[in-house]
């Protein structure tokens, strides 16, 4: 979690813990609908801890997703994902990422891979991110005692190993939703809770 770039100084976080901005964050997935379709959604509300190590490949990371914050623009669709056909958020109201490794990714000091388990629909499965330090900057509103991090990451599942449903066959051929799911994570890492501002600006209660 912290590249170091060409000339040896430290780039990313430093070692200690970070907490997740879901403010500037966005958690993307992208499927195949309808067969020949792609539609694009996200889950809004996440909370995450990220522990950066002294030795950056011993780093943790603990992110949970709120299920029901899924949203896809259209509430009918946002609706049945949320049912028993698919995610069943009743009985599965969180997707959860942890962390079990990173590594260095290619020649490059600012990419990396992060291996780690994905729970979904109550089934947990290994995934691995390819992530990118993209940079850093003082928080907009509070410079003086807050600052951030950015990256980006991605990622494939498959719905299946999850145990989560296709919606069944169309008249027309293929599944209503497609197995293979793209993720995209663009995330912004802070050195102080955001819970005081996020209570704030109403995001939570």
Known sequence: ?????????????????????????????????????????????????????????????????NAASLNTGVQARDAHLRSADFLDVENHPELRFTSTGLEQRGR???????HGDLTIHGTTRPVTLECQWVGEAPDYNSPQDTYGHFFAATTQISLSEFGVGDGGPLPWGGRMVGDTVDVVLEVRLQNNDPIDFLRQIGHVS
């Not at 958690?27 to 020949?36: C, D, E, G, Q």
């Not at 889950?43 to 950056?56: Q, T």
Request: proline share 8%; hydrophobic share 40%.
């Open 108 to 114: 490059s000091q600012q990419a990396f891979l992060m």
């Open 1 to 65: 979690m912290t590249p170091i770039a060409g000339d040896g100084a430290p780039e990313g976080p430093a070692p200690g813990t970070w907490h997740l901005d879901p403010v500037h964050s966005c958690v993307i997935f992208v499927a195949h609908y309808l067969r020949f379709g792609r539609v694009q959604g996200t889950f809004g509300d996440a909370k995450g801890i990220v522990v950066v190590g002294e030795n950056p490949t011993s780093s943790k990371v603990d992110v949970t997703l």
